[in-house]
Structure formats: structure tokens, C-alpha cells
């Protein structure tokens, strides 16, 4: 039995009216692969057609079905453009997506293209809380981009967990 004296519980967080941005939840889903070019490479530094060729040629791109394939060499050595497009024409029935560059580079780009997407005016005078946490980490320009294209249209910016936040912006009246 309830009496006067018992007071109720209020979520603050949730009556506050902030919105939580969570930024993984613009990271590719699908699985990635990579191939590294230096694995190719006569003594990881120099391309030699022929063989560059044979190698394209006889690799199970069937291992690489419907992911995204990263594509890249983490040797020094230059590599002619043609090369990358030898693997693209091997790589691309069979996979979901391709791109020139390792995981950061991708998932950078990606975030890049998910954010081109948003409807920025629904944020429009609302206060923003962008999640600082999660389980995948998300590139730093992420948080700069986001934050540059929420600035011109949210009421404030803030950084973390909603029950405790940094503040980063607050609209001038």
C-alpha cells in the first residue's frame, strides 16, 4: 500500500529529452577480408607481372564470398595501378564490396558515407549526446564529422553516456 510520504522514481535520463547517437551503429555490418599485396610481391618489395598475374589468376576468390574486401599493401614497395584493378576484376563476383585502403581507412570511409545519409534536420533545436562507448572502435574523425554537421542545427552537443556527459557545444540564444 502506497502512501504520501513514499516519493516515485524518475528516470531523469529518460525524461530529459536527450538523444543518443551511437556511432557504431554506422560501422559496416558485413564481414571483412584483406589482401595484402606484399604477400605477392618478390621479396615483399618489388611487382613482377608475370608472376603478379599467374598469382591473381589461381587465388581462391571464392574465400571472399559476399564480404567486403580490403585491399592494400603494407610493404613499401610501389605498386603499379594497374595491379589493383588485375585483383578487382578476380575479386568482384564474388564479393559484396571492395576498397583500396586497410580496416581504419575503410571504416573511416564508410562512417563518411553513412553520415552523407542522415536527415540532419531532425536533430533540428534537439540536444544531442553522442555515445563515447561501445564495443568496436570507431575512428576519432567520426566524432569530428559528426559533430561539425550537428552543430549548425542541435540545441547542445554533448560526449558519452547519458547519465554522464561532456559537454562540447550549447546553441548561443
Known amino acids: 500500500m502506497s502512501t504520501k510520504n513514499e516519493s516515485t522514481l524518475v528516470n ?15 560501422l559496416p555490418q558485413t564481414d571483412v577480408a584483406v589482401f595484402d599485396l606484399k604477400d605477392y610481391l618478390f621479396r615483399e618489395l618489388i611487382l613482377r607481372e608475370k608472376d603478379f598475374r599467374t598469382a591473381v589468376a589461381e587465388h581462391d576468390w571464392s574465400a571472399y564470398q ?34 583500396q585502403g586497410d580496416e581504419q581507412a575503410y571504416a573511416h570511409h564508410y562512417l563518411y558515407q553513412q553520415l552523407e545519409k542522415i536527415d540532419w534536420s531532425q536533430y533540428q533545436d ?23 554537421r550537428l552543430v549548425p542545427v542541435a540545441k547542445s552537443v554533448m560526449y558519452g553516456e547519458p547519465c554522464s556527459t561532456v559537454p562540447i557545444y550549447k546553441q548561443k540564444k
Open 12 to 26: 531523469r535520463v529518460a525524461a530529459s529529452g536527450l538523444i543518443t547517437i551511437d556511432l557504431t551503429d554506422y
Open 126 to 148: 534537439k540536444r544531442i549526446v553522442i555515445k563515447g562507448c561501445g564495443d568496436r572502435p570507431v575512428p576519432p574523425g567520426a566524432y569530428l564529422e559528426m559533430t561539425r
Open 66 to 99: 559476399d564480404k567486403t574486401l580490403l585491399v592494400y599493401c603494407s610493404s613499401d614497395a610501389i605498386i603499379p595501378m594497374w595491379a589493383y584493378m588485375l585483383v578487382a576484376t578476380q575479386a568482384a563476383p564474388h564479393v559484396q564490396d571492395i576498397f
